[in-house]
Antibody
Framework: QVQLQESGPGLVKPSETLSLSCTVS????????WSWIRQPPGKGLEWIGY???????NYNPSLKSRVTISVDMSKNQFSLKLSSVTAADTAVYYC????????????????WGQGTLVTVSS | SYVLTQPPSVSVAPGKTASITCEGN??????VHWYQQQPGQAPVLVIS???DRPSGVPERFAGSNSWNTATLTISRVEAGDEADYYCQVWHSSSDHYVFGTGTKVTVL
């Protein structure tokens, strides 16, 4: 059974960079598309971006200038960096896997991490 | 950007049927996926490709998609169905995932 686990600081100061990692267990990170998704308290889901195991990425235009997603195949892990954060970036951050296999992108998420709350505050 | 609009809330009595709509421009030409999110938990896929139920999802959950509206229908609603529901599509023209605004289902 594939499991995803987010990790990283729960508190980030304004203007600094938010950094999170997602560790994948029970399966390989290779051959799949991996995404970050966030949910501000009491609000809806927002897709942040994805990465494929080759390192190719695609980001939500609303965040593109501040987002970097990277992958570390040796650790079966991928990461999110969001720069110049403000209070509006306070949210639960989820990592998730696209349902496609063998490099095919299916367009939905079949596995999610439990989520981690990141608060932006001084 | 592509926008998916859902009603903020739907109320339904136990045993009755709840219908949750998801409106988007020509959404009938896309595959729609639905997620259930219980309070404090991660979303869970309940419908993929408009109408396919993943293993373990009750037959009470059904989906449809046509023209500008996709619909998630929950039959014989139970108290445990009380949750937030999100529709989602893959917007191929921009290679982006797009989520709907979300609907809170309340079981009366």
């Amino acid at each position: 059974q594939v499991q995803l686990q987010e990790s990283g600081p729960g508190l980030v100061k304004p203007s600094e960079t938010l950094s999170l990692s997602c560790t994948v267990s029970g399966g390989s990170i290779s051959g799949y598309y991996w995404s970050w998704i966030r949910q501000p308290p009491g609000k809806g889901l927002e897709w942040i971006g994805y990465i494929y195991d080759s390192g190719s990425t695609n980001y939500n235009p609303s965040l593109k200038s501040r987002v970097t997603i990277s992958v570390d195949m040796s650790k079966n892990q991928f990461s999110l960096k969001l720069s110049s954060v403000t209070a509006a970036d306070t949210a639960v951050y989820y990592c998730a896997r696209d349902g496609g296999v063998a490099g095919r992108l299916e367009g939905y998420f079949d596995y999610w991490g439990q989520g981690t709350l990141v608060t932006v505050s001084s | 950007s592509y926008v998916l609009t859902q009603p903020p809330s739907v109320s339904v009595a136990p045993g009755k049927t709840a219908s949750i709509t998801c409106e988007g421009n020509n959404i009938g030409s896309k595959s729609v996926h639905w997620y259930q999110q219980q309070p404090g938990q991660a979303p869970v896929l309940v419908i993929s490709y408009d109408r396919d139920r993943p293993s373990g999802v009750p037959e009470r959950f059904a989906g449809s998609n046509s023209w500008n509206t996709a619909t998630l229908t929950i039959s014989r609603v139970e108290a445990g169905d009380e949750a937030d529901y999100y529709c989602q599509v893959w917007h191929s023209s921009s290679d982006h995932y797009v989520f709907g605004t979300g609907t809170k289902v309340t079981v009366l």
